[in-house]
């Protein structure tokens, strides 16, 4: 698990295959604030008995609808990431089914 600021920032020379997982160096850790730690990687692995849920296929297939900008430095270009990511989950939490499962469960698009 990372956090969104350590994501946003994600370049690709921090990614390297490792073995069997894809490893991801981070350059600024919440616990790590003035950069004195070695960098120990976070390891994602593929989860081919679940593709709903493997983040290598997710990022293959984010790669595959967004290209890879050879020039640019970042995985996730642009501005706004932050808002962009509420936005999207916004409009997945109000829609139809979602909406009245929250409701269900006693909570709503705003309690998020």
């Not at 709903?52 to 967004?66: E, N």
């Not at 430095?73 to 929250?102: C, I, W």
Request: charged share 25%.
């Amino acid at each position: 698990m990372a956090r969104a600021a350590n994501t946003v920032s994600l370049c690709y020379s921090h990614m390297e295959w490792g073995e069997d997982a894809l490893r991801v160096f981070f350059a600024h850790m919440k616990n790590d604030q003035r950069g004195t730690r070695p960098r120990d990687p976070r390891h994602i692995y593929a989860n081919p008995l679940m593709p709903a849920i493997c983040p290598i296929l997710a990022i293959g297939l984010y790669w595959l609808v967004y290209g890879v900008e050879t020039s640019a430095t970042h995985v996730f270009p642009g501005n706004d990431q932050y808002d962009r990511f509420r936005k999207a989950l916004r409009r997945v939490l109000e829609s139809t089914g979602m909406a009245g499962e929250l409701e269900r469960c006693g909570t709503n698009c705003d309690d998020i």
